[in-house]
């Protein structure tokens, strides 16, 4: 039986493709070392934060950014992801981005394990805003 189906070569795309596509959806992507509490974020999760893709966007900072009164919850769900109390990582939050534009973060990660020992977190992160605001 014969397909005729094409199969497409996806290696040619690079990764600022895949910026373009991120950016445009508006999916971030971050990774945070449990050990050296190092974060490490893609342009559009930068953007969802109201950073400039270039810039740096620390754990302290990101955390900063984080409405008081739902910072508890965010790393209540952080610790027990880490802890393996629970084996993903899921928070709605609100923040206040450097502009002083206050905008809800849809979140999402899991731990990532080698030999049983926390190495890092890795996740998304989506500015559900418009979202949140259609609910009310």
């Not at 302290?60 to 992801?81: F, K, M, N, Y």
């Not at 049983?116 to 992160?125: A, D």
Request: net charge negative; with cysteine.
């Amino acid at each position: 039986m014969r397909s005729n189906k094409k199969s497409i070569d996806l290696s040619i795309i690079c990764d600022d493709h895949w910026d373009v596509v991120f950016d445009h959806v508006g999916l971030g992507f971050w990774e945070f070392s449990v050990a050296t509490g190092i974060l490490r974020s893609t342009r559009s999760c930068k953007l969802n934060f109201g950073y400039p893709p270039d810039g740096v966007l620390a754990y302290e900072t990101l955390l900063g950014l984080i409405l008081p009164e739902d910072l508890d919850h965010v790393q209540d769900e952080i610790e027990l992801t880490v802890s393996g109390e629970k084996s993903s990582y899921h928070a709605l939050y609100r923040i206040r981005r450097p502009d002083g534009e206050i905008r809800w973060i849809k979140a999402d990660g899991i731990l990532s394990k080698q030999d049983g020992e926390s190495l890092k977190l890795i996740g998304t992160t989506l500015d559900v805003t418009s979202l949140k605001q259609s609910q009310s």
